[in-house]
């Protein structure tokens, strides 16, 4: 569906989807359910669901909006307006808690954020996961999977266009770095995101809709791992991530200043702990897109990586990583030339 820049009115979207009996059947689904949900978030949960619709099902997320409403009840029994700190949202097992100050169109984009982290976590072996994050690593993809998602359901609603846009100074504690992407927040992630695509030859709709999978984090391993450069890396390309992300938490949680110092000893959500600081974030960024861009060369035939390699080019964030991907590019521009002549000048003679 193609949207425009002209947002379309809060009152016409609630109009559409009380007209077209989504809100009410949206309430059906609970209404044998002990809940409590205010009527003005059941409008955007109808909302969501009906972007959900707008998407074409191949070219989407490959769901099923009916199915994504019966499944609700299972996922989301409270919602609730609270002082939260700074933080826009946050789900906690059935309960989602938005930021009481938001207002209107951020509060939306958010609470579609948190609904689709609703909608994706699952409890393995008691155990509680969500998208690519198994209990261990992957919330650095997760939490990028998410935003990206609410940002294309949002627009959908809206009826306008994601606008990807080169963002400076969205990096915390890193101004050298600036991320190519359409995203309000985890700039860096959906940069990253849109790398991986690149790299892997996988259209990035396709990583989203593994989000909403329970075997979406081991399909994506079987993706990255059917390379033979890539065999038996997976998981320490989700720890490098999950390094990323742990130091981002602590730089948001104001300890910025401490981590510009000597390295100093940080434990992740599941216990694992690590030696780091801003300068070792810094690193593992550029480990991570040096190697993508790399894969993305290894992974795919010649003639694909010269025509597409613009889009790996405009996702690496320093002006130093372009520059070597560019000199890698170059220099396969040129053996391919070299073969052409070679094969030419060869040629069957008369």
């Known amino acids: 569906m193609k949207g425009s820049e002209i947002m379309k ?10 007209n077209s009996g989504l809100l009410e059947a949206v309430k059906m689904q609970y209404r044998n359910v002990n809940h409590n949900i205010p009527d003005k978030y059941f409008l955007l949960i109808a909302d969501y669901i009906d972007s959900i619709g707008q998407l074409d099902f191949e070219g989407g997320l490959y769901l099923d909006p009916v199915k994504v409403a019966q499944s609700l009840p299972s996922v989301l029994t409270e919602i609730v307006d609270a002082n939260l700190s700074g933080i826009h949202g946050r789900t906690d097992g059935t309960k989602i808690s938005m930021n ?5 169109e951020t509060n939306k984009l958010y609470f579609f954020h948190e609904l ?16 690519f994050y198994n209990g261990n690593t992957g919330m650095f993809l997760t939490e990028g999977a998410t935003q990206f998602t609410a940002e294309i359901l949002y627009h959908l609603s809206n009826g306008t266009n994601i606008q990807y846009r080169q ?19 985890y700039q860096l992630n959906g940069n990253i995101l849109m790398l991986l695509s690149s790299s892997l030859g996988i259209p990035l709709n396709q990583l989203l809709a593994l989000g909403y999978r329970t075997d979406g984090r081991d399909l994506l391993k079987d993706m990255y791992e059917v390379f033979p450069e890539n065999v038996g890396k997976f998981e320490e390309f989700m ?18 200043n401490q981590l510009q110092g000597d390295p100093v000893n940080i434990e992740m959500q599941n216990g694992y702990k690590f030696a780091g600081n801003v300068q070792t974030q810094g690193d593992l960024i550029n ?15 010649t003639n694909y990586v010269l025509q597409n390699y613009e889009r790996v080019a405009m996702c690496l964030t320093t002006p130093e990583l372009k520059q070597q991907f560019m000199s890698a590019i170059n220099e396969l521009s040129m053996y391919q030339n070299q073969d052409n002549m070679e094969h030419t000048s060869s040629g069957p003679r008369r």
């Not at 009115?9 to 009380?18: A, D, N, S």
């Not at 480990?287 to 035939?301: Q, T, W, Y």
């Open 116 to 131: 689709t982290h609703a909608l994706q976590t699952k409890k393995i072996n008691n155990q509680e996961q969500c998208s």
């Open 167 to 185: 963002q400076p100074n969205t990096v915390r504690g890193h101004a050298e770095h600036t991320p190519y992407s359409p995203l309000s927040e």
């Open 100 to 104: 009481q100050y938001l207002d209107y």
């Open 239 to 256: 720890l490098d991530l999950e390094k990323i992300y742990s130091i981002d938490k602590l730089i948001i949680a104001g300890y910025g």
């Open 9 to 18: 009115p809060r009152t016409q979207r609630e109009q559409e989807l009380i």
């Open 287 to 301: 480990k991570v897109e040096r190697e993508l861009a790399a894969s993305f060369i290894a992974n795919n035939d």
